[in-house]
């Protein structure tokens, strides 16, 4: 298992922390996704070999947030 750190704009509420993390771990390979609003992070544990950054990345975007690094 790999843990990876997304900082994410526009996270303000708790629909935001549902949002994102239902969009997570709806894909394969995510075993834990968990937003922290205050830090505007989210801290996702993934087996690598199922899911890549990339696709991580673009779960949070189609939801309606900014990856920033």
Same mark, same amino acid.
């Given at each position: 298992m790999r843990i990876e750190v997304f900082r994410v704009? %526009?996270?303000s509420?708790?629909?935001c922390k549902a949002a994102i993390e239902k969009a997570l771990q709806a894909l394969p390979g995510v075993a834990e996704a968990e937003v922290d609003l205050e %830090? #505007? #992070?989210v801290r996702v544990v993934f087996e690598e070999t199922a899911v890549t950054v990339e696709q991580m990345r673009e779960a949070i975007e189609?939801? %309606?947030y900014t990856v920033t690094a």
């Open positions: 704009q %526009g996270m509420c708790m629909h %830090g #505007a #992070a189609e939801v %309606g």
